[in-house]
């Protein structure tokens, strides 16, 4: 089992950046592949970016691909994304996501362990 906490969201002006990050629990961090969701208003809860166990494989939403980098450090159990070129649009709540498999996972149901959440806001 595995507890998610993340870190980082806030409020930011169109074209800036944030860093968030989530901290896993449990030693046995690198047997999850992980991912970042997104959620705004009304809408549902969506695939931002993913990761596989050992970080050699990544996937990216269409919107958020050349803007966003998803990273993770094993020794540390954490998983980080960088977001730069910041829009409106990325406003939501993101969630960090982890899953025991191999490969990299896109579908949200499919993930067994989540975090309460960060509040990412952009301003135009």
């Known amino acids: 089992q595995v507890q998610l906490v993340e870190s980082g969201g806030g409020l930011v002006q169109t074209g800036g950046s944030l860093t968030l990050s989530c901290a896993a629990s449990?030693?046995?961090?690198?047997?999850?592949?992980m991912g970042w969701f997104r959620q705004a208003p009304g809408k549902e809860r969506a695939i931002v970016a993913a990761?596989?166990?050992?970080?050699?494989?990544?996937d990216y939403a269409d919107s958020v691909k050349g803007r966003f980098t998803i990273s993770r450090d094993n020794a540390k159990n954490t998983v980080t994304l960088q977001m730069n070129n910041l829009k409106p649009e990325d406003t939501a709540v993101y969630y960090c996501?982890?899953?025991?498999?191999?490969?990299?996972?896109?579908?949200?149901?499919?993930?067994?362990?989540w975090g309460q959440g960060t509040q990412v806001t952009v301003s135009s």
């Open positions: 996501a982890a899953v025991p498999t191999t490969g990299w996972v896109s579908i949200a149901s499919r993930y067994d362990y």
């Open positions: 990761i596989s166990r050992s970080g050699g494989r990544t």
């Open positions: 449990g030693r046995t961090f690198s047997r999850y592949a």
